[in-house]
Structures are given as C-alpha cells and as structure tokens.
C-alpha cells in the first residue's frame, strides 16, 4: 500500500510559478512510474506529466510542455511538480499517482492505470 501526499497549491496570478510536491510512504516507490493529474470543475481527470520510475524519463502533455517540469529523488520517496507562467487554464485539483505503467506507453496517460493516488492539492489561477 502507497500513501501519497501532495502539498504546495494555492491561489496565484498569471504567470506565477509554484512548487506542488509528493511525499510517498512507502520504501518501494522506486519500483512505481509517477504522475500528476489534475482535475477542473466539471471536467475529467487528465494527465499532466510523469516521470519513469529511474527519474531519466518525462512525458507532458502538450499544453504543458515548457512550463512544468517533473522531478523525483527516489532517496527521499518524493516527486514535484514545478509549475511556471501558470494560466487560468491550469487552474483545477492537482493530484500526485502511482502505477506500475511505462511511461512512454499511452496507457501511462489514463488515470485507471494507476493504482495509488493522494489527496489532491488546488491550484487556483486567476487573470
């Protein structure tokens, strides 16, 4: 069983930047491909970006791409999101995965691919 904890939203302007971070329980979390979604009113769950379970591979969507940047230390079991030039449209719940996915694979897009999930953190952007 991983316990995952995001921490790090808040409300912003754009074109600010903030730090989402994941804390995993669990000794293991080497062995997990990791993830962030996020989620906006009214809309389905989708893939952000993520990161392979060595660190060495990163996969955005394309809306992204430029602007947040994935990382993980497998030391200290954690994973952030670093988040700039933040846009209204990024605005939703932000939320930290784990699965045993390849993350060049597309099923490595598909939120029921994974099989542990935190909380959720709020990232609210406005104009």
């Known amino acids: 069983q991983v316990q995952l904890v995001e921490s790090g939203g808040g409300s912003v302007q754009v074109g600010d930047s903030l730090r989402l971070a994941c804390a995993a329980s669990?000794?293991?979390?080497?062995?997990?491909?990791m993830a962030w979604f996020r989620q906006a009113p009214g809309k389905e769950r989708e893939f952000v970006g993520g990161?392979?379970?060595?660190?060495?591979?990163?996969e955005y969507r394309d809306s992204v791409k430029g602007r947040f940047t994935i990382s993980r230390d497998n030391a200290k079991n954690t994973v952030d999101l670093q988040t700039n030039s933040l846009k209204p449209e990024d605005t939703g719940v932000y939320y930290c995965?784990?699965?045993?996915?390849?993350?060049?694979?597309?099923?490595?897009?598909?939120?029921?691919?994974?099989?542990?999930w935190g909380q959720g953190t709020q990232v609210t952007v406005s104009s």
């Open positions: 669990e000794r293991t979390f080497s062995a997990y491909t």
């Open positions: 995965a784990a699965g045993r996915v390849y993350i060049r694979d597309s099923a490595a897009r598909n939120a029921a691919n994974y099989d542990y």
């Open positions: 990161v392979s379970r060595g660190g060495g591979s990163t």
